[in-house]
């Protein structure tokens, strides 16, 4: 299935319930004082089937960029629709850029994708709520985690733009990890038959 | 005590094996629940639970499920990266030391929370152990075995933790500790089904070179072994089909080039077993 299949909504329109969750559109202050608007518009996922058949690249599907543990909130969890900002289009195109650079699978782990605003590791305070960041837990056969892999890769994923984020390897607590994060930025995206007058 | 008699001979019978064996200390705790008869030898002595800790993190796993806090059925990332309990900094658990080679597979990805916690028991997995505790958190653990009235039981962090070995964090137990350990599962402290699943899951250990080594082939023990350099421990209970079970803990601890640590618990295993059911020693038998 390809992405003309999804379906935008307005996540100021949604359900009480989801919009307590979600925060479509509300502002978040960052660890650094930086202000952000959440995103407002989602795709609406109907099945976990479907998000296994949605595939935003060729070697990315849109259910490996959503799998979450139960630290996400369970609304959000056990029953759909599910929602996804829908500049998760994005961060699986530059997933696939990356992957073309290190000629090999790319493998993001379980809520190193799209988390929720409500999801208890970061909540709003992390960019994954943008549904722009990606957690690399491994890259062909190599396991990041170490110094060496990591650096190798992080070099690859932040010579492809400006605006590409990949958090340094170091022995700090928050640097020393399991996994390369890579991210965007806060990208809002607008499908183009979306109102933004509320 | 119902039985004075028992219980001395008992105590001589113990005190001679770990003589003889060269243990540095053992401490044992019984409880029959068959006649009521209670017996503890150091007792109080606290040793280093090694991985008979897990048996904490079992209760306050199911206990967490009891109270919604969680689902058996939910999912948890499998990741190997912990904090340590002395100082925040990361470190892993190494798969070379994990009986459950298996789960390392699935890192990155998740794993049932039920899953997990059968790892954790049948295979001992540090990795399942740490995730697990990771998620419920070691202040709730610690709030649940207060409140299932589990005394002699100090759990304080995750396995593998080297840096909070180091400053002397370190999970501790005393045998009648983790003896109330077991008897709170066997009470009512769970839900009928918590409870019934927490001792399926003992009864499928997988190390069974301890308690259920001394004990008749008719005998199925519910139980987790625990061994570390200086500690080799087994905590279980004992179900015969011809009376009703008793619960027992057996901690030792032994120089750590010493050999013939695990054969040691179960000869004090085989001993509380002729001691309550008044049988000959096995080397005896026709």
């Known amino acids: 299935m390809t992405p003309e299949f999804l379906r935008p909504i307005d996540g100021l329109r949604l359900a009480e319930e989801y919009r307590a969750l979600l925060r479509p559109d509300e502002r978040e202050a960052g660890a650094n004082g930086t202000v952000h608007h959440l995103p407002r518009f989602f795709y609406e996922i109907s099945t976990w089937q479907e998000a296994h058949e949605i595939r935003l690249a060729p070697h990315f599907t849109l259910a490996e960029l959503m799998l979450v543990d139960c630290r996400e909130a369970r609304l959000l969890l056990s029953q759909f629709p599910h929602y996804v900002p829908c500049a998760i289009v994005l961060l699986a195109r530059f997933l696939e850029a990356f992957r073309r650079e290190v000629d090999a699978p790319v493998f993001i782990s379980a809520n190193g994708g799209y988390r929720s605003a409500a999801h208890q590791n970061g909540g709003a305070k992390s960019i994954h709520a943008w549904g722009t960041a990606a957690n690399i837990y491994r890259i062909g056969d190599t396991f990041l985690s170490d110094t060496k892999s990591m650096e190798k890769y992080r070099m690859i994923a932040a010579s492809l733009g400006p605006a590409v984020f990949v958090r340094q390897f170091g022995r700090e607590k928050g640097q020393t990890s399991d996994h390369l994060h890579i991210d965007l930025g806060y990208v809002r995206l607008t499908p183009r038959e979306c109102s933004e007058a509320s | ?286």
């Not at chain 2, 009986?99 to 597979?105: F, H, N, Q, S």
């Not at chain 2, 509380?272 to 000959?280: A, E, G, W």
């Open chain 2, 1 to 286: 005590m119902s039985s004075v008699d028992v219980s001395d001979g008992l105590r001589d019978e113990l005190e001679a094996l770990a003589v003889k064996n060269k243990a540095r200390s053992i401490g044992v705790a019984l409880h029959d629940l068959e006649t009521g008869f209670r017996f503890s030898l150091r007792g109080d002595r606290w040793f280093h639970a090694a991985s008979t800790i897990k048996v904490a993190v079992l209760l306050a796993v199911f206990r967490a499920a009891d109270q919604g806090r969680l689902r058996l059925d939910d999912s948890l990332h499998v990741r190997n990266r912990f904090f340590s309990a002395a100082d925040g900094s990361p470190f892993r658990v190494t798969p070379d030391r994990d009986a459950t080679p298996e789960l390392y597979a699935a890192i990155g990805r998740t794993a049932k929370i039920s899953t997990l916690a059968h790892a954790m028991i049948v295979g001992s997995s540090n990795l399942a152990a740490n995730l697990l505790l990771d998620f419920v958190g070691v202040e709730y653990a610690r709030t649940v075995l207060r409140e299932a009235q589990v005394d002699g039981v100090e759990l304080r962090r995750g396995v593998e933790d080297h840096g909070a070995h180091e400053q002397g964090i370190n999970n501790e137990a005393t045998a009648d500790g983790l003896l109330s350990l077991l008897s709170a599962i066997r009470r009512d402290f769970l839900t009928p089904e918590s409870k019934r699943e927490v001792i399926r899951i003992l009864l499928e250990q997988r190390f069974n070179s301890m308690i259920p080594a001394g004990l008749p082939p008719h005998a199925t023990v519910a139980h987790k072994t625990g061994e570390i350099s200086t500690a080799c421990h087994d905590i279980g209970i004992v179900y015969l089909p011809e009376r009703e079970p008793y619960i027992t803990a057996i901690l030792t601890e032994f120089d750590p080039d010493r050999e013939g640590r695990r054969e040691t618990v179960a000869a004090i295993s085989e001993t509380i077993y002729r001691s309550l059911l008044q049988t000959k020693p096995k080397s005896n038998d026709p």
